[in-house]
């Protein structure tokens, strides 16, 4: 099948063949893009990038993402837990908001420096 | 206040030059915003700095190393300006406006890092009712990702480029519904990737050769008519169907901005909208410069940083008489950036943008000198929304023959 890495800008176009022992990858540019389509091809994962909200001043938002990747099919359920959540007071950019979100191992950190 | 050199704008661009220029310069920064990182503020998605760093950075993220780097120089920083009035007498002189009043600057360079603007609905006539509703998606990402603010519930968005495909993705993670993205060329504008893990991740539609003809809606936008478009682009009459929303959002393209650049007399390229430059990012008009896209609309902020070091080092250097030799550009160019070479300043590693005009495989890129070639590379694939950067060395070329062709042909 055709997959289309997403890992960085290239974009590189995948052929990616399912055979006996694993998955066959042809056209990545690098390992990272191998890497890619076979867990794209088991549990496909992306990281995620949004804002919570603040009571801060001059910060009615700020911006957020996970330090990792989380599975595809947890990234509405993501979403509900970071509309729930209001940041009070001012942190240096990279804080961890959330712990272990869904039981992935993976945090919430901010991204935006409140200056 | 006098200093060796102003930059104009705070972006990645112009973080990048006031760093770079700082090292053997007086640098007076100025941004119009509160804070500093220009666009990067409000590109909360991640993917900056692949080239640069190896990683994946949100753009907050990726400006905070600059500003966290330019807060170790004696850079000084005017946030909350905006310059009004440029003009030349003996050196540069800067009218600027901020939270002080009306305030001077007297310089020797300029080092213009304005970026660029959105086109809006009056840049691609889209007819119909004066109604709210109808975003640029830069104004409806600051909205979202700054403000905290939805645009609105039920959005169509126009033109398939990498910020209408983040918008998309965006506005469905926040509730809203995306009924689909228009696009009237027959391919796609923004990266592939986007295309997947904005639209395909969400089953958002693409729909190309298609437009939106008309807008409706009595005070707030209620409906949008899309038309299939022919091979120019022009609306097909007895194509028209009307979409209910309540958004229309525009990402109908990018253009350098020129407004200071004008005022200083800067020649203007008509293929790229920002200045002819030559290698040092040095335009027609002597001592200013102009980097990152305001220059050209690049793709990758890495290539914005780095114009923007381009421009801060080489304004640093004293200034000498340049001698400028065209480089014409042969085949399916889009653009080609630099313009020009200044043969009396380095010519060893030219830092090339280009991109093709249109879809093509299989293409070499030799540039000859005089009728000798000097660099060719092969691309299995050029597209236009991707642009490309070579390295190309002029150091062993014999340039008195003022005669350099970068050509594009099939291999």
């Known amino acids: ?115 | 206040m006098k200093y060796d050199i102003v930059v104009i704008g705070g972006g990645p661009a112009g973080l990048a030059a006031a760093i770079r220029a700082s090292k053997s310069a007086s640098v007076l920064l100025i941004e119009r915003e509160a804070r500093l990182g220009g666009i990067l503020k409000q590109c909360i998605h991640d993917g900056f700095g692949v080239v640069r760093f190896g990683e994946k950075l949100s753009g907050p993220e990726y400006a905070h190393r600059f500003i966290k780097e330019l807060r170790q120089t004696n850079v000084t920083v005017s946030t909350f300006s905006f310059v009004t009035n440029v003009c030349k007498d003996g050196c540069y002189k800067l009218t600027y406006v901020c939270r002080d009043g009306v305030r001077t600057a007297e310089c020797d360079k300029i080092i213009l890092a304005t970026g660029c603007r959105e086109r809006t609905r009056n840049g691609i006539f889209i007819q119909g009712d004066r109604c709210s509703g109808i975003y640029t998606a830069g104004s409806a990402q600051n909205l979202v990702n700054i403000m905290g603010v939805m645009p609105g519930r039920k959005a169509v968005i126009l033109g398939s480029g990498d910020i209408g495909l983040i918008m998309a993705r965006r506005l469905t993670l926040e509730g809203a519904q995306v009924i689909g993205v228009y696009e009237a060329k027959p391919t796609p504008s923004g990266l592939t990737r986007n295309i997947h893990q904005c639209l395909y991740d969400f089953n958002i539609p693409l729909h190309l050769s298609t437009t939106v003809t008309r807008v409706i809606g009595s005070n707030r936008l209620e409906q949008v008519e899309i038309s299939r478009v022919d091979d120019k682009m022009r609306p097909i009459a007895g194509t028209e169907s009307i979409v209910n929303c309540d958004t229309l959002v525009l990402a109908v393209g990018l253009i350098p901005e020129n407004e200071l650049a004008n005022d200083l007399s800067v020649r203007v390229d008509p293929k790229t909208k920002g200045a002819f430059v030559d290698q040092n990012c040095h335009t027609l008009t002597d001592n200013v410069y102009a980097c990152g896209n305001a220059l050209h609309v690049n793709d990758l902020v890495d290539y914005v940083s780095e114009s923007g070091e381009t421009a801060g080092e080489n304004a640093c250097k004293p200034t000498r008489e340049r001698k400028l030799v065209p480089v014409t550009t042969k085949g399916k160019f889009l653009y080609a950036v630099p313009q020009m070479l200044d043969v009396h300043s380095d010519v060893g590693g030219v830092i090339t943008y280009f991109r093709a005009s249109e879809e093509l495989s299989k293409q070499q890129l030799t540039v000859t000198v005089g009728g000798k070639e000097i660099f060719s590379k092969r691309f299995a694939k050029l597209i236009p929304p991707e642009m490309e950067r070579v390295v190309i060395d002029y150091s062993q070329a014999d340039l008195s023959s003022e005669q350099i062709v970068m050509e594009l042909k099939e291999w």
């Open chain 1, 1 to 115: 099948m055709e997959m289309v890495c997403i890992v960085c800008p290239n974009g590189c176009r995948l052929q990616v063949e399912k055979t006996s022992d694993g998955v066959n990858v042809r056209g990545a540019r690098c390992k990272r893009g191998e890497i890619f389509a076979v867990t794209e091809l088991t549990c496909p994962t992306r990281s995620v990038t949004s804002s919570v909200r603040t009571t801060v001043a001059d910060y009615p938002v700020v911006s957020v993402r996970t330090d990792g990747e989380i599975p595809k099919e947890k990234i509405s359920k993501f979403i509900r837990l970071l509309s729930e959540f209001t940041l009070d007071k001012k942190v240096p950019i990279g804080t961890i908001l959330i712990k272990d979100v869904c039981g992935t191992k993976i945090n919430v950190i901010t991204t935006t420096e409140m200056e």
